[in-house]
């Protein structure tokens, strides 16, 4: 049926079924079909098969049809299949599904979470170069980890790394809030780090 949605009161219709903002729907993926309610999920056969190793492939009907699709393109194609990966598991997953290589392994994605980002934002507002040192001290171990761990995935396969492009807008907080616990982490003001 048509839905309507109504954005004053934070809510969707079809026919006579209404749901309200914070309401649970789960959305087949394979039919599209919307149902109403949070239904336990699992990952793809696809996935339980080539990642977790968890089904057999002759258990899935449906990654049968997968690599019958992928079998197809691999004769056709003329193009060399590579990934964008940052960090070993993304390389291990990209090998699996049958990646050649790293089109573009990107450094500073490499940065994007917990005590690296920390480390990072402590670098930009560095005011000497015994600061910034010292913050990329920190990012040196975690980095270096990463780099083995991609390269012992890929083995042979080619990589292409990104050394660094990291526009400052990613890596610095927005909120007001955000910016006073960076503040407070590094031990500076506000207005200092403001500025």
Not at 135 to 156: S, Y
Request: charged content about 30%; proline content about 4%.
């Amino acid at each position: 049926g048509e839905i309507t949605v109504d954005y004053k009161t934070r809510q969707f219709s079809v026919g006579d079924q209404t749901v309200k903002e914070g309401d649970w729907i789960s959305i087949d993926g394979t039919t599209g079909e919307v149902i109403r309610g949070r239904l336990e999920t699992k990952p793809s056969e696809v996935l339980q098969v080539l990642l977790e190793k968890t089904l057999k492939p002759e258990q899935s009907e449906s990654y049968h049809v997968f690599e019958r699709i992928m079998t197809w393109a691999d004769e056709y194609r003329r193009l060399r299949i590579r990934t964008n990966a940052d960090q070993p598991d993304q390389a291990a997953t990209a090998i699996s599904f049958g990646a050649e290589g790293i089109g573009l392994c990107r450094t500073e994605h490499m940065f994007f979470e917990g005590v690296r980002i920390d480390a990072v934002r402590e670098m930009i507002v560095a005011t000497d170069r015994e600061g910034r040192e010292k913050a990329l001290a920190k990012l040196l171990p975690m980095q270096r980890a990463d780099f083995v761990g991609i390269f012992k995935e890929m083995k042979e396969r080619p990589v292409t790394v990104r050394t660094l492009d990291p526009p400052l807008h990613e890596f610095l907080p927005h909120t007001d809030k955000e910016l006073q616990d960076l503040a407070d982490k590094l031990g500076i003001s506000y207005a200092k780090l403001k500025s």
